[in-house]
């Protein structure tokens, strides 16, 4: 039983470390030190810009990739515009939304009701060869044409941004290149730990379902496994129902509903937990303390694996009726 538990925990691992591997590794199409290839976009006012064009006026173009939606591009353009408005003499700020459901309309309104003043428009089939990694990337072409710097990511705040257009507006500036940075992008690795977490829970409820004399496959049903591993030590419903609030929260933030009620959902469901996991702790001999944690996402999937497959056995509470 160790050596499974050992093999699979070396495989979720792996898995975890080619991800974040491949993640960091991926190119946007573009490299510093690699001239920019030619462009040529459709602007908010009707007018098109050229990046021959603007390397012809300006020493440095700063082309920002965004969406409408996306908040990280909200907050950091009042700094980029503050150091555009500093620097508007040598450089320009093209900053374009790679979001194909954003219309000019709705970039033009963006811009004006964000009182930005440095060109905007839509990516559109120009910049078809570029895949970036999220919104915002920005790249910065210096007087030569060449990709000077990438940044994945939003900026820090103002002095981060500042200090990369001095870089380039110094009259020290020799045409080095700067490595391409990749800001720390936590829903990617969200987006990891969600399906192993849910391996790891899946696993786990089969070999405690196994020892509570319950078939091990219900863990591949949802809603099934939490009202079996419920009804172990609690009332089966209450599973179901602390199960359906993060999926309830997560469906309140896309039809848009007031932002208050996701968070609401997601502590409800914690709450539901802890005494049901408290219960699970005790039958396997273990201590409130430990139910305590076992409620705590992440701690919840893995102690269910090692209580299914450890040697821990279960002991049915004597206080619950029907558990169910």
């Known amino acids: 039983m160790k050596k499974l538990i050992s093999v699979l925990l070396l495989v979720v691992l792996l898995a975890t470390a080619l991800s974040i591997t491949a993640y960091a590794d991926s190119g946007i199409g573009v490299k510093p030190g690699q001239n920019m290839p030619a462009f040529t976009v459709d602007l908010t006012d009707g007018t098109t810009a050229t990046l021959s064009e603007l390397l012809k006026e300006k020493d440095l173009v700063v ?82 044409g060449m990709v000077g710097l990438i940044k994945a990511g939003a900026f820090v705040d103002k002095a981060e941004f500042e200090s990369k257009v001095g870089y380039f507006l110094s009259p020290d500036y020799s045409g080095k290149p700067l490595k391409t940075e990749q800001a720390v992008n936590y829903m990617h690795y969200v987006e990891i730990a969600i399906p192993i977490a849910s391996l790891v829970l899946v696993i786990g409820r089969w070999g405690l379902f196994r020892k509570a004399g319950k078939k091990g ?106 558990n169910s």
Not at 80 to 105: K, W
Not at 227 to 250: H, N, R
Not at 261 to 280: K, M, W
């Open 217 to 322: 496959w219900h863990s591949l049903i949802p809603l099934l496994n939490a009202y079996d591993e419920y009804s172990m030590v609690w009332k089966g419903w209450i599973g179901i129902l602390a199960t359906l609030c993060f999926p309830l929260g997560i469906l309140c933030n896309i039809v848009g509903l007031p932002a208050f009620i996701a968070p609401i959902l997601y502590a409800a469901g914690f709450v539901l937990g802890i005494p049901e996991s408290i219960r699970l702790a005790k039958a396997f001999g273990k201590s409130t303390f430990v139910g305590v944690l076992m409620a705590i996402p992440g701690i919840k999937e893995v102690s269910r694996l090692f209580l299914g497959l450890g040697k821990a056995k279960f002991q049915a509470p004597v206080s619950d009726t029907a």
């Open 63 to 144: 082309l920002n990739i965004f969406a409408s939606w996306c908040k990280p591009c909200e907050r950091e353009f009042p700094e980029m515009e503050e150091v555009y408005q500093a620097n508007s003499d040598r450089m320009v700020i093209l900053s374009l939304s790679g979001e194909p459901n954003d219309t000019m309309e709705i970039i033009a309104d963006y811009k004006e009701s964000h009182n930005l003043s440095f060109p905007m428009g839509l990516a559109g089939n120009a910049l078809s060869y570029l895949t970036v990694p999220g919104f915002p990337t920005t790249i910065f072409i210096d007087r030569s």
